[in-house]
Structure formats: structure tokens, C-alpha cells
């Protein structure tokens, strides 16, 4: 695979997590995610999560305890090194009764020869 064919799926897997956020699909979201022990995620706020089964957990929590959520995602910027990928992105989120701003990077790895999510972090902006 070229490095350009690397880029269109790993932005696919990005664009592919944030609907999945959006629509609050746990199937969804699973699918884009490394489902083993080594992957982390960092919500605002939360400790660190690692492994598949905590961060599975806080996503089932978050979709069954929050409203809909809406993410605009901009400044989007892919760092690629071999096997491994960098996505750093600014959001702005909207629920419906505040709006706020993150910066997220999310890290990218090759699990059975596809792009999965092996981290994300999450952080408020000022």
C-alpha cells in the first residue's frame, strides 16, 4: 500500500470514529478501534483507560449518559511513520446546552493489515 492510499484510510478510520461518536454507535465505534490491551484513550477529565475492555466501557457509559453530541473537526493533520500514524485535530463540540473546544490526537497503528485507533486523547481547549 502506498502512502497515499495509508493517508485515505486512516482519515476514513478518523472520519469513520467521529460518526460513530455522533451517532453514539458502540458496533460502530468498536469497528474502528484496536480491540487488544495495548489501547489507551484519555477522555477530558477521566483517567487514563487501557485496554480494550476500559475503553469499550467508557464508551458504552458516555453514549448511555450524555446527550447527542456534534463534532466539528478541523486543522486535521496526519503524521505518518511506518506502521504507525499521528492524527492531531482542534473540535469543536456541540451538545445542546453548551458548546466547547478540544484538541485530539489520536494514534494510529496497522492491526491484521488494517488502520485501527490504538489511542485517543482528548483535551479542553481554552
Known amino acids: 500500500m502506498s502512502s497515499a492510499d495509508d493517508l485515505t484510510e486512516i482519515e476514513a478510520v478518523i472520519a469513520r470514529f467521529y460518526a460513530a461518536f455522533e ?12 480491540r487488544s490491551d495495548r489501547c489507551y484513550c484519555v477522555h477530558p477529565g477521566w483517567p487514563i483507560l487501557h485496554g480494550w475492555k476500559a475503553v ?19 486543522n486535521e493533520r496526519v503524521e505518518l511513520h511506518g506502521d504507525f500514524a499521528w492524527v492531531f485535530c482542534a473540535e469543536n463540540l ?16 496497522q492491526v ?3 488502520w485501527r485507533i490504538i489511542g485517543h486523547v482528548g483535551l479542553w481547549s481554552p
Do not use: C, H, K, P
Not at 469499550?56 to 478541523?74: E, K
Not at 458548546?99 to 494510529?108: D, E, F, M, R, T
Open 112 to 114: 491484521d493489515g488494517l
Open 56 to 74: 469499550y466501557s467508557s464508551w458504552f457509559t458516555l453514549f448511555n449518559n450524555t446527550q447527542r453530541l456534534q463534532f466539528i473537526v478541523f
Open 23 to 34: 451517532a453514539r454507535s458502540l458496533e460502530d465505534m468498536g469497528s474502528v478501534w484496536d
Open 94 to 109: 456541540l451538545d445542546e446546552d453548551q458548546a466547547g473546544s478540544l484538541s485530539s490526537i489520536n494514534y494510529l497503528g
